[in-house]
């Protein structure tokens, strides 16, 4: 992986790329002084102030990297990762990949005996995730830029995850490229769409089919008092699982 995040000493991120020069209002570092640097590193700019080199991890690269559309939330993501128990090996489908933030979790997590495969329609998202994905070094996902509606090539899955407006229309795909004791997560943003889920999944022959919203609110330390903040991440969207039996 040819990345590097460094920090300035306000806590700002940066993601280079290997050859670049760093140029921000603290100052400029030249690439070659940044090649010789490593993780947990201080360097100083010409102006004399301090930058640090950062492992580069998984979650500082998401909030960096290039996107071109909305993504889901850790508060979002994390649920669906400790809900469905996906672990080493497991094999997932995502469709609606957008700039590949869930595609790039999951496949954290399966490793590389596991597998992601994720759809996306557009094809300008499309290449935006693979460039994303393959920067950051990710070798066991495949990005398919096709309508998931198509069809769902892959089978024996332990995870189905569906960002989409109008999920129900491949339930049974869904159902049927499902392992027994599969998931299938869906996200929306209107509860009205979680209805038509609830309903038609239960009819294709999905069970334990449950909705949950997570709201997040950051709690603020200062020297007069803390508190929760005034400004809170609230709703952005439904997630309903539901499980092939």
């Not at 790329?17 to 760093?22: A, K, L, S, W």
């Not at 597998?115 to 460039?131: G, Q």
Request: hydrophobic residues 40%; charged residues 30%.
């Amino acid at each position: 992986m040819d990345l590097r995040i460094l920090m300035d000493e306000r806590g700002k991120k940066y993601l280079l790329e290997e050859g670049e020069d760093f140029q921000s209002d603290m100052g400029v570092i030249k690439a070659e002084n940044l090649e010789d640097s490593g993780p947990g590193d201080v360097l100083k700019t010409h102006l004399g102030r301090e930058i640090y080199v950062l492992k580069p991890g998984l979650s500082d690269y998401l909030e960096l990297m290039e996107r071109r559309c909305s993504i889901l939330l850790p508060k979002d993501i994390g649920m669906i990762c400790a809900y469905t128990g996906i672990v080493e090996g497991s094999r997932v489908v995502d469709a609606g990949t957008g700039a590949g933030t869930v595609a790039m979790y999951l496949a954290n997590l399966v490793g590389e005996s596991g597998h992601v495969t994720t759809y996306e329609i557009r094809e300008d998202f499309a290449e935006i995730a693979e460039k994303n994905i393959a920067a950051f070094g990710f070798k066991n996902v495949e990005v398919k830029n096709r309508d998931i509606k198509e069809g769902i090539e892959e089978e024996d899955l332990d995870l189905v995850f569906l960002d989409l407006p109008r999920p129900w229309e491949l339930m049974e795909d869904v159902h049927d490229s499902l392992l027994r004791g599969g998931w299938a997560v869906f996200y929306n943003p209107y509860i009205e769409q979680v209805k038509l889920i609830h309903r038609i999944g239960s009819k294709v022959g999905f069970a334990d089919i449950r909705t949950f919203e997570t709201i997040e609110r950051e709690i603020e330390v200062r020297k007069q008092g803390t508190r929760p903040r005034t400004r809170m991440v609230g709703h952005t969207g439904y997630l309903t699982f539901m499980r092939k039996i």
